[in-house]
């Protein structure tokens, strides 16, 4: 197991900002933390990386007891946190041998790895050019490629793509995804829900000092009601029929009422998405011999998801 955390407590002065917090990542897994602003993600990193010390809990990341053996703990992980660590004033391979001597890797070794890493990250043309010339894309692939000089097992990374555009996003996704592929475990939080939905095995909500959500991303889109699935029809006569079928089902309590749309020629009937919900509507409308042109799964999103469990709205920055 990479992280397991067993009643985590932090308070600043008298308030709690975790209050007894229980989580376990998988090695060679993404989780993904949700929350608020404000909500206390960027403390749990924190925590976990060393940085800060809880007030309680059996805390264990790679194996390592946080609270005895805090040396540990560091030389298995890596950050890169919400704001920047690159020198803007020395250039993209001097950050890097920079963060080589800081891991007292020997000449040669260092050497290498910097090498492998900036090209791995795209970063050559560039590297002996001064960081601050850097796009926002270029740099967080910097950081993270500073932060894997020492090869670390667990990455924590805090709001990576923030402020990013969507190209520089996406790429930075690709990134995780091949860190992941390679056995790295990844513990990210992030302000854009798609993020998480892309890349989280699974995913958990904080707010208000504790976890109020936990699962895999289908697993708590479907703790949100208003999921349906669209059938869409060739004319209206068929769309008609459909619809008193499905008045007679919501009747006897079997299925929901569809909601039809003339125009489009589509019915709309409630579903959780689930393979059993969806069997029933197709064996309901196979029975009745309606023809079909176009079926659509749709279900609420993570953000519907945070909303529900926070009642606040997704806010990013």
Do not use: C
């Amino acid at each position: 197991m990479a992280v397991r955390v067993r009643g985590m407590k932090k308070a600043y002065g008298g308030r709690a900002i975790l209050d007894g917090i229980d989580l376990t990542v998988p090695a060679g897994t993404v989780f993904s933390l949700l929350g608020p602003n404000g909500a206390g993600k960027t403390t749990v990193v924190k925590i976990l990386s060393t940085l800060i010390t809880a007030d309680s809990g059996d805390l264990r990341v790679g194996g390592h007891d946080l609270a005895a053996d805090p040396g540990a703990v560091r030389e298995s992980i890596g950050v890169t946190g919400q704001f920047s660590a690159v020198d803007g004033l020395i250039t993209g391979e001097e950050n890097m041998r920079l963060m080589a001597d800081l891991h007292r890797l020997p000449r040669r070794e260092g050497r290498s790895r910097v090498a492998t890493l900036l090209e791995r990250f795209d970063l050559v043309e560039a590297a002996k050019k001064p960081a601050s010339t850097y796009s926002g894309g270029m740099r967080r692939r910097l950081d993270i490629a500073m932060t894997l000089v020492g090869d670390p097992r667990i990455i924590f990374l805090d709001e990576p793509t923030t402020g990013l555009d969507p190209r520089s996003r996406h790429a930075m996704w690709e990134i995780v995804r091949e860190l992941v592929a390679d056995g790295v475990t990844v513990f990210l939080t992030t302000q854009y829900l798609q993020e998480a939905d892309e890349l989280a095995d699974r995913v958990a909500v904080l707010n208000g000092g504790a976890l109020v959500a936990e699962g895999t991303p289908d697993e708590l889109k479907r703790l949100v009601p208003g999921g349906h699935v669209r059938l869409r029809f060739a004319d209206a006569d068929e769309l008609r029929r459909a619809r008193r079928l499905f008045r007679e089902a919501e009747a006897e309590r079997e299925l929901g009422v569809g909601t039809g749309d003339e125009e489009a020629l589509t019915l709309q009937i409630p579903s959780d998405g689930g393979v059993q919900s969806v069997k029933a509507i197709l064996d309901r409308v196979d029975g009745a011999g309606l023809e079909v042109a176009g079926l659509t799964l749709e279900r609420p999103d993570l953000d519907d998801v945070f909303f529900a469990v926070t009642g606040q709205q997704v806010v990013t920055s």
